[in-house]
Structure formats: C-alpha cells, structure tokens
C-alpha cells in the first residue's frame, strides 16, 4: 500500500512537470466517473483539486440536498467548508443546504437567516430559474419553516399550519423531504395526544420509504414503536 502511494505521488508530480495543462481535463472526467458511480465524496475531492470552483460549485449544488435529506450532515458540511461563505451567501441552494444544518446543529438563529436569505435570492432570481428549479427551492423553503418551528418548540397549531402548507407544495416524487414533514405532521399529532392518527401517519411513511433510502424512516419506525409500548401493543411490532 506505502509502494503505491509513493508511486502514486511520483506520477502527479511527473504529470504535473510535464503534462500540466491536461490536467484540468483529467479531473473533470475523474468527477464523472466518480459521479456516475455514486462515489460523490471522491468527486467532490477531484473537484476540490481542480482550483477551479465553477465545477466544484455545481458538483455540490446539484447534490447536496439530497445528501442531507439521506442523513449525510457530516458530509453536506464539509462540502461546504470548501466554498467561501460570500458565495454560499449569493446560492439560494447553499443557503438552504446551510439552514438545514443549522437545525441539525440547534443554531435556530443561523438557520432562520439562512431561510430568510434564500427567499430573497429565490425572489431577485425567480425569472432567471428553471420551473424545476423554482418549484426545489420553494419546496425547501417551505419544508425548512415547518422544520424550524417544530425544532423551536413553536405552538403545535403553527407548526401543523407551516408543515401543511409544505406539504401541499412537496411534489409527491419528492419522496424524502415528504416523508420528513409528515414524519414531523405525525409527531405533532402525538404531542397532541392523538395517538391514533399519529400512528396512521408513522406507518404511511414507513411504508413511502425503503429501508436505508433516508433518516426520516428511521424516525417514522422509532416513533411507531413508541406509540405501540404506549398502547401496550409492542409485542405486535414485526
């Protein structure tokens, strides 16, 4: 392993010395093998590499949101630790990636002028944007205010409020961020003590999501189980 690595390094160099000007076209194409093979880390890694930061914003852009909505907080993050914050600042897709960790994180005042943010560049931008584009952005937006007056301990009535209005603009191929906020739908349900009905809903996004696809499953078969132990039924649970 310490031999190929050493081999590995004295090619670069030599490539470096020699062939620098191909090298550009070496990692784009090294960021699309790894892209289309699901290994986005590493493209991200390739992008990095590049110093050019067009690619790597784009890499990133495209797929961050996905990530996070995947569980992957660790990662969306240091994905962004490689752009300047000015330019996070003028992306409304950054911003969002951005309040999302925010939430994840407790920084309920960051993620509130991130949100903020992306709805005044989502507003100067809107005629600029492509009706996909438009439709993802406004999905988050709508999607991060019911997540943040849920994570903020806001009146049960205003979060269901905030979480219908996402829902009601969550595309239904959008299976994840859907599932996150009726996953959130459902638990306000239980604060209210409507056991029953949150329970309907917690088996409505066990059964939208596969296993492994995203965290908000995790959370729709963890508060399942717990509306089971409460109705002293857990020994029904497969």
């Keep these: 392993f310490q031999v190929h690595q050493l081999f590995s390094e004295l090619l670069r160099r030599r490539l470096v010395q020699h ?6 076209k ?11 093979h699901g290994m986005l880390n590493e493209a991200v890694s390739y992008a990095v590499a590049m110093g050019d930061e067009g690619p790597l914003f784009s890499l990133v852009e495209s797929n961050i949101l996905g990530q996070i909505l995947q569980g992957e907080f660790t990662q969306a993050k240091a994905w962004l ?15 969002l990636a951005k309040a999302w960790i925010d939430i994840r994180n407790l920084s309920y005042a960051a993620a509130e002028k991130f949100i903020g943010r992306a709805e005044s560049l989502f507003n100067l931008q809107r ?3 492509q009706a996909g584009q438009r439709n993802q952005i406004l999905e ?3 999607a991060l205010k019911g997540s943040l007056a849920r994570a903020r301990g806001r009146p049960r009535e205003e979060q269901l409020a905030l979480i219908q209005k996402a829902l009601k603009l969550i595309t239904k191929d959008n299976v994840r961020l859907r599932g996150l906020l009726t ?11 409507q056991d029953q009905e949150a329970d309907l809903i917690f088996l409505q996004v066990i059964d939208w999501l596969d296993i492994g696809s995203s965290f908000p499953l995790y959370g729709a078969v963890y508060a399942h189980t717990v509306v089971a132990q409460l109705q002293g ?3 029904e649970i497969k």
């Design 81 to 95: 630790a490689e752009l300047p914050n000015e330019h996070i600042w003028e992306r409304p897709v950054l911003c």
């Design 183 to 193: 996953l959130q739908k459902g638990l306000c349900y239980l604060d209210l003590g």
């Design 233 to 235: 039924r857990l020994g």
């Design 19 to 24: 062939q620098k000007e191909i090298l550009p």
């Design 127 to 129: 005629s600029s944007l």
């Design 140 to 142: 988050q937006i709508a």
């Design 26 to 36: 070496l990692h784009m194409r090294a960021i699309d093998w790894h892209v289309k």
